[in-house]
């Protein structure tokens, strides 16, 4: 094995890990938020809206991430509400483009995610919030939200590294993310099995790394589920 | 020596069942000290005994589900071929076994009717693809094994659709069409609500009254007193005492044995 | 009408070109299906079995590749195999690069990643049948071969069916990856549509309704293919 090139390897494709966690915190982040209001539109009781957070969750659910990138990245221009706009400057980089079709993905899949765990919120526990008062944002906030949180997270983590994995689309718009630089070194250097040893290794160190993150969270989050510690 | 050998080996051909010194362990846990047993043909012994005497590992040695450490096995005149490796025994050959397990009918507590295949699927899958019979005449028989269990109506149901104590009745069936030289039973009811006890013991009883030979391990009293011949009591991986009936549940008992019955009086 | 025209059947239409593309999609899919299965059988048995290096193999495998971007994997597969190829042609006489077909280079990476999903499909799927009914198996006389045949891989596939049909969405995902080799497939033709007649937005559109047309479908499919292995269940399970 020829280290030297190994090490090259590993430090170009190092530098590019700011932009892959640049595009992954900023997704996840959009993404949730997105989620949430989606979520909340699944489960409203008007059927329009109930029905528009379905086809939602329909269509981003159910077609390739790549054509939704590109759909945002060459699509969006056609508009010329939007070309016209002062968000075309904005609208034109390919970053903000990729950002904004991860988050727009993973908002749907997030928002199914969280349905899980609300579907698996006992009704009695809200029914005794309700008892003492509680309602709206309130009840949301302090019972329902944290008990949904808890059982949505090993889902919610799965989906997670799957956005990671994700972020290497936004090297077909132009972005140059670890995948995007691996395959140039490819196409340079026609030593594929090298640089895709290295490339895979800075993936498996961010999933294990945000795999940790999340177990470590649950472990948190589950204190009433262990066993009662014992008194000295 | 020699003679004596050949003398014990003759009446190992004769029985149905013939076990000799088996033991067990399970880690440190010796589980099975030293098991003889002799069943002679339409016996019907009960085993009976504590929870973690050793019973159903028993049992489960053998038609060979666990592989005892030490001792020989007999069915019907035929020696299961053991290696010694590293003080254990290892059948010689995975196809003997497959042959004496054949005919050795095992009756479980949890039933284990296969899931995916209806009764008489369940019923006809060892003789057709074990025996290599002829499926036509299989199914005929199955039918004919489903009408004496009381449970012909349902050989095209699935095992999930039956009672606990259909279900069993299925399961003796099953092994029954495997026409087996002896049947062993591993606490067949105890995984039965008590209403439905009866209906598998019934059954049990007319296999007995046909001369079946039988191993059945149980907690039913009225089974080990009524039907079988023989009872066994087993105590902590050996044989305590064994008999007839009518000795067992009488005053000539093992002290073990007559606290074990009265802790089933209450 | 300029779009009836851009997405008809006439000349100027790309209507038959986006339908046999849909149906190199569906090809490219099944076929890693198929790998996939074959690989994830292998690897579910590595990774239940007795052995501890053939445990560990098995879980490297699971890792890697349900751990790095499917793009990446494409890649490898991809140039790596035409260098393979080429190297071979260089050693029996022939000079020049040789590229791996892009179907093969396709269908075979995005097996690969599917087996590692249906890997643990099939495991789990095995550790759901009641250890029970393989020993009433064993009970009665059946070899390995036959409990394998006639119990376990029946329950298996029972129990794998929901698990399957998401894999076969996850890959029909991932099959639109394959486009960057130039393979025709929905996503690429879609591409090549959208760049040449400058209708980006349309044919994006198109595209991906004809992706939904190709996952409802087979959701549809597998549902009922759940429902009809379920019928042994008692019917509070095939409700669930």
Known sequence: ???????????????????????????????????????????????VVRNFAKGYIFVFRGSPLLIQMFLVFYGLGQFGFIRYSFLWPFLREPFVCAVLSLALCTGGYTAEIFRGGLRAVPAREIEAARSIGMSGFLLVRRIIGPIAFRHALPAYSTEIVMMVKSTALASLVTVWEVTGVAQRLISQTYRTMEVFLCAAAIYLVLNFLILQATALLEHRLSRHRRAAPRLP | MLQ????????????????????????????????????????????????????????????????????????????????????????????????????????????????????????IEGPVHVLKRPRAECIAEAEALLEKVGIAEKRHAYPAHLSGGQQQRAAIARSLAMKPKVM??????????????????????????????????????????????????????QIDSDGAPETMFSDAASPAFRQFIGSFRG | MWIFEVLGFGQKGWGGLLIVAALMTLCVTTVALIIGAILGTMVAAAKLSGNKFLRT???????????????????????????????????????????????????LAVGIISGA??????????????????????????????????????????????????????????????????????????????????????????????????????????????????????SSFSQA
């Open chain 3, 57 to 107: 193999l098995g879980n490297i495998y699971t890792t890697v590749f349900r751990g790095v971007p499917e793009l990446l994997i494409i890649y490898l597969i991809y140039f790596g195999g035409s260098g393979a190829v080429t190297a071979i042609g260089r050693y029996l006489g022939y000079e020049g690069f040789l590229g791996l077909p892009s179907f093969a280079a396709g269908a």
């Open chain 3, 117 to 234: 999903y249906q890997a643990e499909v099939y495991r789990g799927a095995f550790l759901a049948i009641p250890k029970g009914e393989l020993e009433a198996a064993e009970a009665i006389g059946m070899h390995r071969g036959l409990r394998f045949r006639r119990i376990i891989a029946p329950q298996v596939l029972r129990f794998a069916i929901p698990g399957i049909g998401n894999v076969w969405q996850l890959s029909l995902k991932d099959s639109a990856l394959v486009s960057v080799t130039g393979l025709a497939d929905l996503m690429r033709t879609s591409q090549v549509a959208a760049g040449s007649t400058r209708q980006y937005l349309l044919f994006f559109v198109v595209g991906g309704c004809l992706y939904l047309v190709l996952t409802a479908l087979s959701d549809r499919l597998f549902t009922g293919a759940e429902r009809r292995a379920n019928r042994s269940m008692p």
């Open chain 2, 184 to 237: 062993l039973f591993d606490e067949p009811t105890s995984a039965l609500d008590p209403e439905l006890v009866g209906e598998v013991l019934r059954v049990m009883r007319s296999l007995a009254e046909e001369g079946m030979t039988m191993l059945v391990v149980t907690h039913e009293m009225s089974f080990a007193r009524n039907v079988s011949n023989r009872v066994i009591f087993m105590r902590e991986g």
């Open chain 2, 4 to 123: 004596d050998q050949q003398i014990d080996n003759a009446t190992a051909t004769a029985n149905r069942l013939s076990v000799r010194n088996i033991r067990k362990s399970f880690g440190e846990l010796e589980v099975l000290r030293g098991i003889s047993l002799e069943a002679h043909d339409g016996d019907v012994i009960s085993i009976l005994g504590s929870s973690g005497s050793g019973k159903s590992t028993f049992l489960r040695c053998i038609n060979l589900l666990e592989i005892a450490d030490e001792g020989e096995i007999w069915v019907d005149g035929e020696q299961i071929q053991m290696v010694k490796k590293q003080g254990k025994n290892i059948p010689v050959s995975s196809r003997q076994v497959d042959h004496i397990r054949a005919e050795l009918g095992m009756v479980f507590q949890s039933f284990n009717l296969w899931s995916h295949m209806t009764i008489l699927q369940n019923l």
């Open chain 1, 1 to 47: 094995m020829d280290f030297a090139f190994l090490f090259q390897t590993m430090k170009t494709l190092l530098a590019a890990v700011p932009m892959t966690l640049a595009l992954f915190f900023l997704s996840i982040f959009f993404g949730g938020l997105l989620a949430l209001l989606i979520v909340w539109m699944r489960v409203a009781k008007n059927p």
